[in-house]
């Protein structure tokens, strides 16, 4: 057996260690994915989907885009949402096409990749000496939100102190009619789980995204 030293590279994913913290990058990946569909040099942009978007399965006659492809982009990106829980809202939403995607979804998505172009050094954040160590969670959900079955998107987030550790953005399967033991109000400027549930504006999404944990890491 040889002593490796400290996890640097794990499956994609960038990994420094510090005295202080641990971090989690997908920088060399995102790349991967921005030129598998000649994005490489595209223009950045600052949020990964546009506010008050509505996507439907319809595509108003619009052509048809090439499946295998999409469905590629798709899973990649799906695999960078490990490290990026700013992007699971679109992600997920834009997961729902991959049956006959037209070009308006291809659009929608080549947004996700000028964002992450944008962002290429974000990861998360998670630091060794917590004076906490609670486990808190933030769920929320929109109302309806999906207009081809009206079934609503829910968004759930959980840290352990200050440190995220798992989220999910994904339709509802079925309608909720309890939740959990306990449930406390959390007011809307403070639900971090809000950027899980819709695509918001550019200084809120911003907000959160910071809020959340996600910062910009060294990577290689």
Same mark, same amino acid.
């Given at each position: ?17 510090? /005295? #202080?913290?641990?971090?989690? &990058? ?14 490489? #040099? &595209?223009?950045? &942009?600052?949020?990964?989907m ?6 439907? +399965?319809?595509? /108003?006659g #619009? ?7 999409? *469905? ?25 096409y ?12 080549k ?12 990861? &998360? ?24 079955d *009206? ?19 994904? +339709? ?14 959390? /007011?809307?400027d ?7 549930? +819709? ?7 911003? #907000?959160?995204r ?5 910062? +910009?890491?060294?990577?290689?």
């Amino acid at each position: 057996m040889s002593d490796l030293g400290f996890l640097s590279y794990y499956l994609g994913i960038e990994v420094r260690q510090s /005295n #202080e913290s641990i971090t989690l &990058c997908q920088a060399g990946y995102a790349r991967k994915i921005l030129e598998k569909l000649g994005m490489g #040099e &595209c223009n950045p &942009c600052s949020i990964p989907m546009e506010p008050r978007t509505k996507m439907s +399965k319809h595509g /108003n006659g #619009e052509l048809a885009v090439d499946k295998t492809l999409y *469905r590629s982009v798709i899973g990649s990106l799906r695999y960078l949402v490990n490290t990026r829980p700013d992007i699971a809202y679109s992600v997920g939403v834009m997961s729902r096409y991959m049956e006959a995607p037209t070009t308006s979804h291809l659009t929608a998505v080549k947004q996700i990749l000028r964002y992450v172009k944008g962002t290429l050094s974000f990861g &998360c954040v998670y630091k060794k000496k917590l004076s906490n160590v609670e486990l808190v969670g933030f769920s929320d959900s929109d109302m309806a939100g999906d207009i081809d079955d *009206r079934k609503s998107t829910t968004g759930v987030l959980y840290y352990l102190g200050v440190n995220p550790i798992t989220w999910v953005s994904q +339709k509802q399967k079925v309608v909720a009619l309890s939740s959990s033991i306990e449930l406390e109000y959390v /007011n809307t400027d403070k639900q971090l789980a809000d950027i899980l549930t +819709k695509p918001l504006a550019r200084q809120r999404f911003l #907000e959160l995204r910071e809020k959340i944990g996600l910062r +910009k890491v060294d990577s290689a």
